[in-house]
C-alpha cells in the first residue's frame, strides 16, 4: 500500500500562485510514477500532470501546460505541483495519484492507470 498525503491548498486570486504537495508513505517511492489530477463539482476526474519515476519525464494537460509544473524530491518521497497565473476555471479539489511502473521514463496520464490516491485537496480562485 502507498499513502498519500496532499497538502497546500487554499484561496487565491486570479492570476496568483499555489504549490501543492504530496507526501508518500508505505512503499518504495522511486518505484512510482506520480501524477496529479483535480475535479470539480459535478464534473469526471481529469488528468493535470504527469512525472516519471526518475522525474526526467513530464506531461501536461493542454489547459495548464506553462503555467503549472510538476516535479518530485525522492529523497523526501514527495511530489511537487506549482501553479502559477491561477484562473477561476482551476477552481477543484486537487488529487495526488501514484502508479507503479517499470521504465524509468514512463508517464501515466489516466485515472484508471493509477493505483494510489489522496484525499484531495480544494484550491479556489476568485476573479
Known amino acids: 500500500q502507498v499513502q498519500l498525503v496532499e497538502s497546500g491548498g487554499g484561496s487565491v486570486q486570479s492570476g496568483g500562485s499555489l504549490r501543492l504537495s504530496c507526501a508518500a508513505s508505505?512503499?518504495?517511492?522511486?518505484?512510482?510514477?506520480m501524477g496529479w489530477f483535480r475535479q470539480a463539482p459535478g464534473e469526471a476526474r481529469e488528468f493535470v500532470a504527469a512525472?516519471?519515476?526518475?522525474?526526467?519525464?513530464?506531461y501536461y494537460a493542454d489547459s495548464v501546460k506553462g503555467r503549472f509544473t510538476i516535479s518530485r524530491d525522492n529523497a523526501k518521497n514527495t511530489v511537487y505541483l506549482q501553479m502559477s497565473s491561477l484562473k477561476p476555471e482551476d477552481t477543484a479539489v486537487y488529487y495526488c495519484?501514484?502508479?507503479?511502473?517499470?521504465?524509468?521514463?514512463?508517464?501515466?496520464?489516466?485515472?484508471?492507470?493509477?493505483?494510489?490516491w489522496g484525499q484531495g485537496t480544494q484550491v479556489t480562485v476568485s476573479s
Open positions: 512525472i516519471s519515476r526518475s522525474g526526467a519525464s513530464t
Open positions: 495519484a501514484a502508479t507503479f511502473v517499470i521504465g524509468s521514463a514512463l508517464v501515466r496520464t489516466r485515472v484508471s492507470e493509477y493505483d494510489y
Open positions: 508505505g512503499r518504495t517511492f522511486i518505484n512510482y510514477a
